[in-house]
């Protein structure tokens, strides 16, 4: 497709400080959030228990915030620099997520100088330190490959493209914990697959091509874990490589081909047709968005375009197409239209998921070795739900003590849909061996791969319940365990 060309510094002219000062228009800083969410957390523990259901139960009621604040795997994304030119520092990561509220930054790694050879291990080991250091700063990526910035597209030719897939599998699949999802890339200008000397230049795309730009993607597929998804540019692409059926409710997060084929956007309403994202709307608009309900679906905006780029039709495609990121830093003219049109706080709110829980009733006591009902309700206010996988436990901790017990609870938060509420219904077995006592519960969505950390932990969008500390959301309740 189409777009105007990029600026060479990067999008410069819009600060960081600047922008996310905007972003969390309404909100205090990250830290302040924490410490508030302590002060309050007595306080509302007491003002929320609505009484009893029965001598054996109590019911709890969840008062919701407003607060903009840093979740895993969604949200504003930063994009500063080249990936394989400037090593990313762990401390100004951090420093996004603790003071911006962004945990997704992007990493795209020209392969320039390998058009026409195998990747250098230096260029391999800055890979690698660059997800190190997106790790430790406990942050993820959103990972793209490409050949060349300039639309003469001069990028390599298909063999050379899959024997380069072949040198990146073992980092990708290492790194996995840290890839929040991978671009397909590697095709033309950007990565972005129109201005191409390899695959069908500016359009002009043969059945050949086709099948060679499709040999890129299923490989790309096959070296990541099935954990992970692959997006493509436009629409066209997976209507034209995979087929025209949007993926049905039935096969999501199957680990199948069209179960892991995302979407992304990077000329998001730039045009009537954002720079031929779409080439029939009509079609494609009712298929985008009844596939990203369970795929991701991400970009980035690159121009004015009024009225389109205003609040409301904004607004409006972010919901119809289940927007999970956004580019902080491109396009900075549109962002702040955004800020200045009112729905700024709106959108940094809502990109991705957006948990908050409504009531829950539990038990007073439990028998060790007996089963410890967990009903609450919570509601998906955001654009999307998470489409990695995601866990979700009960966490049993000794008010005395403060020994932790967290036990599977069954349920997938990438079901709660966008906009619905869902009821959470479930029994879990309390070991044994859990010492007699009073207990505080607690809710916990980890991510299964980096599960003893907490910032990579869902913060519920609650007053008085996130722990930062430990990435349990409290419920607000006791119970006595004999």
Same mark, same amino acid.
């Given at each position: ?13 819009? $600060? ?66 080249? +990936? ?15 003071? !911006? ?23 391999? #080991? ?12 406990? /942050? ?8 060349? !910035? ?11 493209? /899959? ?17 929040? =999802?991978?671009?397909? &890339? ?9 201005? @191409? ?22 490989? @790309? ?5 099935? $954990?992970?998804? =692959? ?18 409710? &039935? ?13 992304? #956007? ?19 608009? *009712? ?25 409301? $039709? ?7 197409? %289940?927007?999970?990121?956004?580019? @902080?830093?491109?396009?900075?003219? =549109? ?7 009112? +729905? ?12 908050? /829980? ?18 609450? @309700?919570?509601?998906? !206010? &955001?654009?999307?739900? *998470?489409? #990695? ?8 901790? #000794? ?13 997938? *938060? ?6 619905? $509420? ?27 791969? /980096?599960?003893?950390?907490? !910032? ?20 607000? %309740? ?5």
């Amino acid at each position: 497709m189409k777009r105007p060309a990029r600026r060479p510094s990067l999008r410069a002219g819009l $600060t960081a400080t600047a922008l996310m000062g905007a972003l969390l228009v309404g909100a205090s800083p990250v830290s302040a959030q924490v410490a508030e969410a302590g002060r309050s957390a007595e306080t509302a523990r007491s003002a929320q228990v609505a009484g009893t259901a029965g001598a054996s139960a109590a019911s709890v009621t969840y008062p919701r915030t407003t607060d903009s604040f840093a979740n895993p795997e969604r949200g504003f994304y930063r994009h500063t620099s080249r +990936c394989d030119q400037s090593d990313f520092d762990a401390a100004t990561l951090r420093g996004y997520r603790v003071n !911006e509220g962004v945990s997704l930054v992007m990493c795209v790694f020209y392969l320039e100088e390998f058009k026409n050879s195998a990747i250098s291990q230096t260029a391999l #080991n800055r890979l690698q330190r660059q997800f190190d250091a997106v790790r430790q700063a406990g /942050l993820k990526t959103i990972v793209r490959f490409a050949y060349t !910035e300039s639309a003469d597209g001069v990028d390599a030719p298909k063999d050379r493209v /899959l024997a380069h897939l072949d040198q990146l599998g073992p980092y990708l699949r290492a790194n996995s914990d840290v890839i929040n =999802v991978v671009q397909a &890339g590697f095709v033309g200008a950007w990565g972005e697959g129109y201005y @191409t000397k390899n695959f069908g230049d500016a359009g002009k795309v043969t059945t050949a091509d086709w099948a060679n730009r499709k040999a890129v993607v299923d490989k @790309t597929l096959g070296v990541l874990p099935s $954990t992970r998804m =692959v997006q493509l540019r436009t629409p066209k692409y997976k209507r034209t490589m995979y087929g025209t059926t949007a993926l049905p409710a &039935g096969q999501a997060y199957n680990g199948s081909t069209n179960a892991r084929l995302g979407h992304h #956007n990077d000329c998001f309403l730039a045009s009537a047709d954002d720079y031929g994202t779409y080439e029939n709307p009509a079609v494609e608009y *009712p298929y985008l968005s009844s596939e990203t309900s369970y795929l991701a679906m991400g970009g980035e905006t690159c121009g004015v375009n009024a009225p389109r780029t205003s609040c409301p $039709t904004t607004l409006s495609e972010l919901r119809m197409f %289940h927007w999970s990121y956004l580019n @902080t830093d491109y396009e900075p003219n =549109v962002i702040n239209g955004w800020r200045s049109g009112g +729905c700024l706080p709106e959108i940094t709110r809502n990109l991705g998921y957006r948990f908050a /829980l409504q009531s829950g009733t539990y038990p007073s006591s439990v028998s060790r070795g007996g089963s410890l009902s967990v009903n609450f @309700t919570v509601k998906n !206010e &955001g654009f999307a739900a *998470p489409f #990695n996988p995601r866990g979700l436990e009960v966490v049993l901790r #000794n008010t005395s003590t403060s020994q932790v017990y967290r036990l599977p609870l069954a349920g997938d *938060p990438r079901t709660w849909a966008p906009g619905t $509420t869902t009821t959470v219904d479930r029994g879990v077995t309390v070991p044994s061996d859990v010492p007699a006592g009073t207990y505080s519960l607690l809710l916990n969505l980890p991510d299964p791969q /980096l599960s003893q950390r907490p !910032e990579y932990s869902v913060r519920l969008a609650n007053q008085g319940t996130w722990e930062a500390a430990t990435g349990y959301n409290d419920l607000l %309740h006791t119970v006595t365990v004999s």
